[in-house]
Nanobody
Framework: QVLLVESGGGLVQAEDSLRLSCAAS????????MAWFRQAPGKEREFVAS???????????NYADSVKGRAAISRHNAENTVYLEMNSLKPDDTAVYYC?????????????????WGQGTQVTVSS
């Protein structure tokens, strides 16, 4: 079992930056694929970014086209925490952002691949 708790959301202005945090407890997530998804009002949940372990302390990252170049996913294994930094925020980035874990270590861009989810944190970007 792993418990994921997101934080860092809020109301920001367009072009601002923010950093979301996902604190995990219950087990180490160092071997898990960790991802961020988001869901805007009236829309389906969509993939934002993922971090998958290749071996040792080497991870590969993947980003949705909509955030590529503006987002960075990182992890601090000693703190069992994953971060999502986003800059040049747009009103279209407004959504509830969810952290997810695939404890099998696979995990891609499909939400069905992830078995643990946080409750989400709201990000609202005003124009």
């Amino acid at each position: 079992q792993v418990l994921l708790v997101e934080s860092g959301g809020g109301l920001v202005q367009a072009e601002d930056s923010l950093r979301l945090s996902c604190a995990a407890s219950g087990r180490s997530i160092s071997r898990d694929t960790m991802a961020w998804f988001r869901q805007a009002p009236g829309k389906e949940r969509e993939f934002v970014a993922s971090s998958r372990r290749l071996g040792g302390n080497v991870y590969t990252t993947n980003y949705a086209d909509s955030v590529k170049g503006r987002a960075a996913i990182s992890r601090h294994n000693a703190e069992n925490t994953v971060y999502l930094e986003m800059n040049s925020l747009k009103p279209d980035d407004t959504a509830v952002y969810y952290c997810a874990a695939d404890t099998t270590g696979g995990g891609g861009s499909l939400d069905s691949e992830y078995d643990y989810w946080g409750q989400g944190t709201q990000v609202t970007v005003s124009s």
